[in-house]
């Protein structure tokens, strides 16, 4: 059967906190794209510093 009311899901932790803080993911999920951001950001660092280094070699 369908919620009539569009704006309650049937959460009881949801319903009660506005609707971005709702949307807000927890920390865990927050914590591991973090990491995941990290991971790739000291790959491109570490392909950018040996590429610059690849060219000083050639000067």
Same mark, same amino acid.
């Given at each position: 059967?369908?919620?009539?009311?569009?704006? &309650?899901?049937?959460?009881?932790?949801?319903?009660?906190? %506005?609707?971005?803080?709702?949307?807000? %993911?927890?920390?865990?999920?927050?914590?591991?794209?973090?990491? &995941?951001?990290?991971?790739?950001?000291?790959?491109?660092?570490?392909?950018?510093?040996?590429?610059?280094?690849?060219?000083?070699?050639?000067?």
């Amino acid at each position: 059967m369908s919620n009539p009311d569009p704006h &309650t899901d049937g959460d009881a932790d949801t319903r009660d906190r %506005p609707a971005l803080l709702a949307a807000t %993911p927890d920390a865990d999920a927050v914590a591991e794209r973090l990491r &995941t951001l990290a991971v790739l950001a000291g790959v491109l660092g570490l392909l950018v510093t040996l590429i610059a280094v690849e060219l000083l070699v050639r000067i």
